[in-house]
């Protein structure tokens, strides 16, 4: 029977445990890099009209730690701020060339340590744990 007081726990451990091994995939392959940056690389990849606010909403940070994820992405020219044609304060986030060659590198290396801790499951298992992990996602948010 599973102890469902230590399940939240045993989701944090693995997903810290998933972070660190793609965070050291990425740092061993000599992509400038952090677990930080990838995501909002990621994030920026996969959306096409991104501002800052929305960063600081997706990633749960203030915007000062958002800000200074960007800023350090802006200065290894992976991104450029492009402001807002209607509202000079709002800031569009765009990946550069630089940005989207790095993050479909440091994609590939996490689909690779995806492949390394996905082993032994079978189709339905990873059917079953995405759907368990939504529903949790969705009672989170409610």
Do not use: W
């Amino acid at each position: 029977m599973i102890n469902k007081t230590t399940l939240g726990l045993q989701i944090a451990e693995t997903f810290k445990l998933m972070g660190k091994q793609i965070a050291t995939a990425i740092r061993d392959s000599g992509l400038d890099l952090a677990m930080e940056q990838f995501i909002l690389l990621s994030i920026l990849n996969s959306n096409d009209d991104v501002i800052q606010q929305d960063i600081a909403h997706m990633l749960s940070k203030d915007k000062s730690g958002v800000l200074r994820i960007i800023d350090s992405l802006q200065k290894k020219k992976m991104i450029v701020r492009i402001a807002d044609t209607e509202d000079r304060r709002k800031k569009h986030l765009v990946l550069t060339k630089k940005g989207a060659e790095t993050i479909q590198k440091a994609l590939e290396l996490e689909a690779k340590v995806a492949e390394h801790f996905l082993e032994g499951m079978s189709g339905d298992d990873l059917a079953a744990l995405s759907k368990a992990l939504s529903v949790i996602k969705s009672n989170l948010k409610k």
